[in-house]
């Protein structure tokens, strides 16, 4: 199961950072990932990294302002996202490959098996 936290309020220009505790699952041997869902679309993906640590993956919309990391002690992901805006504003959920030592990070929802619950950000003035 994956847990995640720290979603809120926050207002332009802002940073909040979300974590995703895993439990019941070995940890450093998934790829786990961030998406966010916008209402009224789809659930898209944001950031990724690899099994091992050692590769990253961001959309567009958020490379160079958002960055995903881990603690494989913690068994926790997180997602620190600086210089927030209103485009932001989504549900974010946290969810780990399907398959073990995948070598890529995939984009796609259905490469995923394991999800969080997802957590609010709202950015607004």
């Known amino acids: 199961q994956l847990q995640a936290s720290g979603g809120g309020l926050g207002q332009p220009g802002d940073s909040l950072r979300l974590a995703c505790a895993a439990f019941g699952l070995t940890f450093n041997t998934y790829n786990m990932a961030w998406f966010r869902q916008a209402p009224g679309k789809e659930r898209e993906f944001v950031a990724g990294?690899?099994?091992?640590?050692?590769?990253?993956r961001y959309s567009e919309s958020v490379k160079g302002l958002f960055s995903i990391s881990r603690d494989v002690a913690k068994q926790t992901v997180y997602l620190q996202m600086d210089n927030l805006n209103p485009e932001d504003t989504a549900v974010y959920s946290c969810?780990?490959?399907?398959?073990?030592?995948?070598?890529?990070?995939?984009?796609?929802?259905?490469?995923?098996?394991?999800w969080g619950q997802g957590t609010q950000v709202t950015v607004s003035s």
């Open positions: 990294i690899k099994w091992n640590g050692d590769t990253t």
């Open positions: 969810a780990a490959d399907r398959t073990r030592w995948s070598p890529v990070v995939s984009t796609r929802v259905g490469s995923y098996e394991y």
